[in-house]
């Protein structure tokens, strides 16, 4: 409870620590909870990401939050923040999701050491008793004398004087001066930096208190229905007949051809979303403590919003997310616009110190697919972008875009269509023309012919290099998908034991199915290293996949029926909670297959799988030589291995220096067939509503 109560130095509504931050600029970002605890003791931390500015204002940061702290102390426990929280709690625990098994036991066998026994369920989740006077007791303790203040920031480097000792950090200690510490001492809400801007959250009008089950019958236990079907509005429906919980996910796309026009709307599109995200603060704190949960992000088609939790109150969520989009054009501010352009910088620049083989796929992708911008690109695009931009865009965008979405859950037919009418009503876009959405083409690779694209290591200190190798073998029926599916289990396992432990190629030795674009597949081989260079590691992936077809041919019959059983068993395994079945859905409803039972179909189909089909599809896509091989490798060269730069690439092969320029160069393929959605419609009479 105490911990909980604290987390009200973390509310991000009207009147928090982190709202005046942010008006201020000093602040992006901020959380606060349990930093370490034992039986004995615990601490509280508060970590907040600063802005440039903010970073000249540490100890003005700093004021403000002890301003909050003797706001709290001031007021005293407030028993309705107990009650609200005491209540959420109860119901997070009775309408607890199923988790993985493994999870849970270590949950259950962590709790066992902090309950009672009769806690040891329930305790990590309720709250059984109202203690104020522990609760003074420990506000007590968030005092400036017993504080231990870190700042951590590049511009530090070359002022520090100390060195840790086992990684290396280099840091300087210093005290606080006393005059510092009795400013913070003394802060209070009514000082001429607060203002008297700080103040306790809002009660909660979103914490649920209807729980009553829909039960909607005659709808396939794995299938989604069409409610609504219109140029603005495309609504998918699922009633809740398998978890029997009060509870619903919304998702939802605006697609755009805004998505991929230019560098410029893909970054503007960058920018509303965490201008959104600012400007739902108000009311978004509010709704996660009452486990009501929205996150809006940049899609390949649009701007994608999502809401789950208890169905309830998630219409009163919605609509004002929906309000918040309404007026984000006139409520933004220059200072606002400038701290998300200096944020999202940051991330694009952060990028660059990411892992080679991140870089890696992200070369592999700007070949691959069209529509794909470089980071140097959306750079120079963010660098431009002023007020009349960010504003034209919003207009824009709202004016004109093609909402498709799924409600599933506890909901009926009925209030899945007032969600969908919701949106349509608060937004009133118009349809965008014919043909004008976006469509995610890919380049198609010449069959019995190998690619390369070779650059430098975007961060010159890391020393390790990368290869990613892509083996396209395009668009394919469910069927073939399972053969590729079942390979892969095979590769998985044996390319993880040869590559990495027996020749220690390096630590990330990973494969997987790639899909480019919506359906476009491929067997990929990851491999990043610090002591060989991207074409010695193509070699040996080349020399593991002629040993593996040995491998494959010599595998007894018992053997290739076991890891059949597996591979199906893994596709047909039930949903373990409804966020796990939506996500499955929201996929093939956003690569517009709408094939509901693609995991079923999948794994129906591993079960008719031959030997000699897994061969077959061997032969005609992976081996040397292979009719319908394509190989593509993106080849990411550490500053110790630039000689491979230069070296020459296989007899034969394609070296690739403009990654746009192949793509304009390439066939693409063909875009998928429109799918016949009218079997899918809603009908009330089979479903007996």
């Known amino acids: 409870m105490l911990l909980i109560y604290f987390s009200l130095i973390g509310h991000e509504g009207k009147g928090s620590i982190l709202s005046l931050l942010r008006e201020l600029g000093w602040a992006n970002d901020l959380s606060a909870g349990e930093a370490h605890s034992c039986t004995d003791w615990s601490s509280f931390a508060v970590n907040i990401s600063l802005t440039d500015a903010g970073l000249d204002h540490v100890d003005d940061v700093v004021e403000i939050f002890f301003a909050y702290v003797a706001l709290l102390k001031k007021a005293g426990p407030q028993q309705w923040v107990h009650d609200e929280t005491a209540t959420v709690a109860d119901m997070s625990f009775r309408f607890l999701s199923k988790r993985q098994p493994i999870d849970y036991a270590t949950s259950i066998a962590s709790a066992m050491h902090l309950y009672a026994a009769e806690h040891i369920l329930a305790g990590p989740y309720r709250i059984y008793e109202y203690g104020p006077g522990s609760i003074d007791e420990c506000l007590e303790y968030l005092a400036p004398s017993n504080m231990l203040l870190t700042v951590s920031a590049r511009s530090f480097e070359g002022k520090t004087d100390t060195k840790e000792k086992w990684y290396g950090t280099d840091y300087k200690l210093e005290d606080i001066p006393e005059d510092v510490l009795e400013r913070w001492t003394s802060a209070s809400v009514d000082s001429a930096l607060v203002d008297g ?371 199906k068993k893994n596709f047909l395994e039930k949903n373990k909670n409804l966020g796990e079945e939506s996500s499955k859905y929201w996929a093939v409803i956003t690569d517009k297959s709408y094939v509901f039972r693609k995991w079923t179909i999948i794994g129906e189909e591993v079960g008719k799988i031959t030997k000699d089909q897994v061969i077959a599809f061997y032969d005609k896509f992976i081996a040397a030589g292979a009719p319908c091989r394509s190989k593509f490798a993106t080849q990411v060269c550490a500053k110790q291995h630039e000689s491979a730069m230069d070296a020459p690439v296989p007899e034969g092969a394609v070296l690739i220096t403009n990654p746009q320029e192949f793509q304009r160069e390439m066939p693409l393929f063909p875009l998928r067939p429109k799918v016949d959605v009218d079997p899918l419609k809603f009908d009330s009479t089979v479903s007996g509503i």
């Open 197 to 567: 801007k700080l103040e306790f959250p809002e009660r909660n009008d979103m914490i649920a208190s209807d729980f009553g089950l829909r039960k909607v019958e005659g709808i396939p236990k794995d299938e989604c229905r069409l409610l609504q079907d219109t140029p603005v509005l495309r609504c998918w429906y699922k009633p809740d007949n398998v978890f029997d919980m009060p509870k619903a996910n919304i998702m939802a796309i605006m697609q755009t051809p805004l998505a991929t026009e230019s560098p410029e709307t893909t970054v503007l599109g960058s920018l509303f979303v965490q201008v959104l995200n600012e400007h739902t603060t108000e009311f978004t704190y509010l709704a996660s403590m009452a486990s009501l949960h929205c996150s809006f992000s940049v899609a390949r088609r649009g701007i994608e919003i999502h809401v789950s939790g208890y169905n309830h109150k998630q219409a009163v969520l919605v609509g004002r997310i929906l309000n918040a989009i309404n007026g984000l054009a006139e409520r933004l501010e220059d200072s606002l616009l400038e701290r998300m352009k200096d944020k999202i910088e940051k991330s694009y620049l952060s990028f660059t110190f990411a892992q080679p083989y991140q870089h890696a796929i992200y070369g592999g992708d700007l070949c691959f697919e069209t529509s794909k911008w470089t980071l140097e690109e959306k750079l120079a695009a963010l660098k431009k972008v002023t007020m009349d931009d960010m504003r034209n865009f919003s207009h824009r965008l709202l004016s004109s875009f093609q909402l498709e979405m799924l409600v599933h859950g506890n909901c009926t037919p009925e209030e899945a269509k007032s969600i969908g009418e919701l949106y349509i009503e608060k937004l009133k876009p118009a349809a965008p023309s014919e043909g004008t959405l976006p469509a995610i083409r890919v380049a198609q690779l010449e069959d019995k012919k190998d690619y390369y694209y070779r650059f430098k290591e975007f961060n010159e200190e890391d020393n390790n290099s990368a290869l990613v190798s892509v083996y396209q073998m395009g668009p394919m029926d469910l069927a073939t998908n399972s053969v590729l599916a079942f390979l892969h289990h095979l590769v998985k396992e044996p390319a993880f034991n040869e590559l990495r432990t027996n020749e220690q190629l390096g630590y990330i030795v990973h494969t997987s199915i790639k899909t480019s674009g919506d359906n476009i597949k491929g067997l990929l081989f990851l491999i990043q290293s610090d002591v060989r260079d991207p074409n010695y590691l193509d070699e040996r992936v080349e020399a593991f996949l002629e040993r593996f077809r040995t491998r494959l041919v010599e595998m007894e019959a018992e053997e290739f029926d076991t890891n059949i059983q597996a591979v």
